[in-house]
């Protein structure tokens, strides 16, 4: 082998070195783009997805838009600012007794069952007429909604005819359907058209079921229960006529019996 050659292999040897190490350099190069780019993406993602989690707890609720609401439909057989005066009885009936009530109320559910069929009598005798107020302070106090699902659900039924809406509030409160105060059932559609099957204007009432699922009313619950926290009333069930405050005797608690309601009711109704 001449000298001449031996200095042409070591010379392309040396280029196929270069070569090799230009190679590896562009790869080593690459390899470090793309690992810097899938870190950055990365950390966009867990930056996109804090912030979306941020957005979503600082999204309001449903109830909290409800509650918002510029528009409100109001159930017929309403009247007021918003639908929120809700008043059942004959036209002629002199004097009105006011009643306030939270749907989980189970106090309330007490009164219902005790004293709600003779308040029904009463008013269709035109001795006195209803003015409910619904409200929903229990949801805040146990984080739940179903007062003000149930309270939407009763401005369903109230569209329906004053009669519905006085059969539903009864069975809502009736022992066989109301939950104990801890159990949010009535947050669901499903339980409220259950309670609903057993009034016989709203059995299959393919109307009152979708005004519950679609939430209809949910603006005018809320703007009820405002109405209520404007009152002054403290606890339910309350009950008040001419302002006053109607109670058992001797107590500061609404009457619990059909007896000490009618007693508390006619000295309201002779002052």
């Not at 200095?7 to 392309?12: C, P, S």
């Not at 609401?69 to 007021?80: D, I, R």
């Not at 146990?142 to 069975?171: I, R, T």
């Not at 006053?244 to 109704?269: C, I, Q």
Request: charged share 30%.
């Amino acid at each position: 082998m001449s000298k001449r050659n031996t200095q042409q292999n070591k010379a392309a040897a040396r280029e196929r070195l270069r070569a090799e190490r230009e190679a590896q350099a562009k790869k080593d190069r690459t390899r470090k783009q793309l690992v810097v780019g899938v870190s950055v993406v990365a950390a966009l993602a867990v930056i996109g997805g804090i912030s979306y989690g941020v957005m979503q707890l600082n999204k309001p609720s449903a109830w909290d838009a409800a509650a918002d609401a510029k528009n409100v439909t109001a159930p017929k057989n309403t009247s007021g600012k918003d639908g929120t005066t809700v008043v059942i009885g004959k036209s002629d009936a002199k004097k009105t007794l006011e009643l306030y009530e939270d749907s989980r109320c189970p106090v309330c559910a007490t009164f219902e069952q005790g004293v709600g069929e003779t308040v029904t009598k009463d008013v269709d005798a035109g001795k006195y007429k209803v003015k409910y107020v619904g409200a929903t302070f229990i949801d805040n106090v146990d984080n739940g909604e179903g007062s003000k699902n149930a309270l939407s659900a009763l401005g369903a039924a109230l569209d329906v005819s004053p009669e519905a809406f006085m059969e539903y509030k009864a069975a809502l409160y009736s022992a066989k359907f109301h939950p104990e105060e801890s159990e949010d059932k009535f947050a669901k559609d499903s339980y409220l058209i259950e309670v609903a099957d057993s009034v016989d204007a709203l059995k299959g009432n393919k109307a009152f079921q979708k005004d519950v699922e679609d939430g209809t009313y949910d603006a005018w619950a809320m703007k009820m229960s405002d109405a209520f926290g404007k009152s002054g009333v403290e606890g339910t069930p309350t009950l008040k006529m001419d302002g006053k405050k109607v109670t058992t005797e001797g107590s500061d608690n609404a009457p619990m019996t059909a007896a000490e309601f009618t007693a508390a009711v006619d000295k309201a109704l002779k002052a």
